[in-house]
T-cell receptor
Framework: GAVVSQHPSRVICKSGTSVKIECRSLDFQATTMFWYRQFPKQSLMLMATSNEGSKATYEQGVEKDKFLINHASLTLSTLTVTSAHPEDSSFYIC???????????FGSGTRLTVV | AQTVTQSQPEMSVQEAETVTLSCTYDTSENNYYLFWYKQPPSRQMILVIRQEAYKQQNATENRFSVNFQKAAKSFSLKISDSQLGDTAMYFCAYNQGGKLIFGQGTELSVKP
């Protein structure tokens, strides 16, 4: 079945530094990937949609300069949290959609802690 | 705006019994997909069941089935013969325009 690998699973960084999270589709080509943020006991909030070879589309209220998304190939999308602050601490999840398929596969998530 | 509403923040059920989780959504589209995802303590999102809106027949996957009422925009999930491993957060989600929009979630506890 379709597998999405997300790394790292946990990361702790200092305030003011940047952190990159990778989302990779292992056995299929993902024309579209999605990035979500989830607070404890809450739902997944869509942050942005990334399409291979084009700029990401951000949801309202999401700072595009803070959350940089790159989708340079059909199997890899990255989310970089720039100049991280403690309020950016959260659980980030990526999802990939297969071409011509309404199946969505999720990565295992990244717990980001900014200290 | 498209919205998905799960009105039950928490539910519990005895092992081997049946439980129904409710979900309503709002859309003006005619063709779309609806999903139920499970998120156990590991936080990995797992697809439980999927329904295509143009299909009148309710989807079924083993112990999981849905009651899809298109006119009422209702999409409830029934879990039969509940098992301890069913304990998790359950999210209803709606797809349109390629994006998955999630409801608030229902925390289900299966008690022995």
């Amino acid at each position: 079945g379709a597998v999405v690998s997300q790394h790292p699973s946990r990361v702790i960084c200092k305030s003011g530094t940047s952190v990159k999270i990778e989302c990779r589709s292992l056995d299929f080509q993902a024309t579209t990937m999605f990035w979500y943020r989830q607070f404890p006991k809450q739902s997944l909030m869509l942050m942005a949609t990334s399409n291979e070879g084009s700029k990401a589309t951000y949801e309202q209220g999401v700072e595009k300069d803070k959350f940089l998304i790159n989708h340079a190939s059909l199997t890899l999308s990255t989310l970089t949290v720039t100049s991280a602050h403690p309020e950016d601490s959260s659980f980030y999840i990526c999802s990939a959609r297969q071409a011509n398929n309404y199946g969505y596969t999720f990565g295992s998530g990244t717990r980001l802690t900014v200290v | 705006a498209q919205t998905v509403t799960q009105s039950q923040p928490e539910m519990s059920v005895q092992e081997a019994e049946t439980v129904t989780l409710s979900c309503t959504y709002d859309t003006s589209e005619n063709n779309y997909y609806l999903f139920w995802y499970k998120q156990p303590p590991s936080r990995q999102m797992i697809l439980v069941i999927r329904q295509e809106a143009y299909k009148q027949q309710n989807a079924t996957e083993n112990r999981f089935s849905v009651n899809f009422q298109k006119a009422a925009k209702s999409f409830s999930l029934k879990i039969s013969d509940s098992q301890l491993g069913d304990t998790a957060m359950y999210f209803c989600a709606y797809n349109q325009g390629g994006k998955l929009i999630f409801g608030q979630g229902t925390e289900l506890s299966v008690k022995p």
